[in-house]
């Protein structure tokens, strides 16, 4: 279906590219921090963070950072089959497809691991990658196919970000959530659902995750001391969370941990 080529993570403030032949490739690109330019069969694009972009093969382009504004982005060279196109139309034409993407969370702590292993090159790395690049297919096709969501709907998913990232420590539900957007728990847990691509208890986990791996590399708290102050009273059960969403256990981290003066 896909016929991967290439993965790779560019960041900083003197980016450009110019592709002065048809790209010989198609590229899927995510933005994971900053913003930069397009100039794509001549229309000027800005691709900021959280957005997804799809430069089909055979496109001329030329690309480059903002001046002073640091970025960073994540790009798929793929050549992909006719199966793709028949199934993900999207991504089958000749055309640009570039917007902010709901799943981009999701997305974000997925790819994070998938970079890793890329650079250590394990075993089936390669086919984790090609997982990867199909379910973000899907789930910003998904999204593409309903079209431009309600603004209400956008600002309810982020408020309801928000108070996730205020409040990951105690227990989330859909009741709460609710409260939050002044709406009923099912409408909240529909919502944010159909907008992320991720349940509330996944982002919830995703979350505390992503602060569990900073407090790992850079505190001295023990692995159950960690899970206790994200909120997990049972250890083991942290420990497979952890797991089930990074592809190791937390063990792993404490290797390179800083020795204690």
């Excluded at 080529?5 to 110019?18: A, I, T």
């Excluded at 001549?42 to 002073?68: C, E, N, Q």
């Excluded at 981009?104 to 086919?127: M, S, T």
């Excluded at 939050?180 to 659902?193: D, E, K, T, Y």
Aim: with cysteine.
């Amino acid at each position: 279906m896909i016929e991967l080529k290439e993965l790779v993570k560019e960041q900083g403030m003197n980016w450009f590219e110019d592709t002065v032949e048809s790209a010989p490739f198609a590229q899927f690109i995510i933005v994971t921090y900053g913003k930069c330019l397009y100039w794509i069969g001549g229309k000027k694009l800005l691709a900021d963070k959280g957005d997804f972009l799809y430069i089909p093969r055979g496109a001329s382009y030329y690309g480059k950072s903002v001046p002073t504004v640091f970025h960073e982005k994540f790009i798929f060279s793929f050549a992909p089959s006719p199966i793709l196109y028949a199934d993900m139309p999207y991504w089958g034409g000749k055309e640009v497809v570039h917007a902010k993407a709901g799943c981009y969370d999701y997305c974000l702590e997925r790819l994070r691991g998938v970079w890793e292993e890329w650079e250590e090159q394990p075993d089936y790395f390669e086919i984790r990658t090609l997982s990867f690049l199909l379910e973000a297919f899907s789930l910003w096709g998904r999204e593409l196919n309903r079209g431009a969501e309600a603004d209400i709907s956008l600002q309810h998913v982020e408020k309801m970000k928000a108070y996730i990232q205020a409040n990951y420590r105690q227990r989330i539900t859909k009741e709460c959530l609710g409260d939050c957007i002044g709406r009923s728990p099912n409408h909240a847990a529909a919502v944010f659902r159909r907008i992320t691509g991720q349940t509330i208890s996944d982002y919830t986990h995703a979350v505390r995750i992503k602060t569990g791996v900073y407090m790992l590399k850079e505190s001295l708290l023990t692995v159950a001391e960690i899970a206790q102050y994200l909120g997990y009273s049972d250890v083991s059960y942290f420990q497979r969370v952890f797991k089930r969403s990074l592809g190791f256990p937390p063990s792993q981290y404490l290797k390179n941990r800083p020795l204690p003066l």
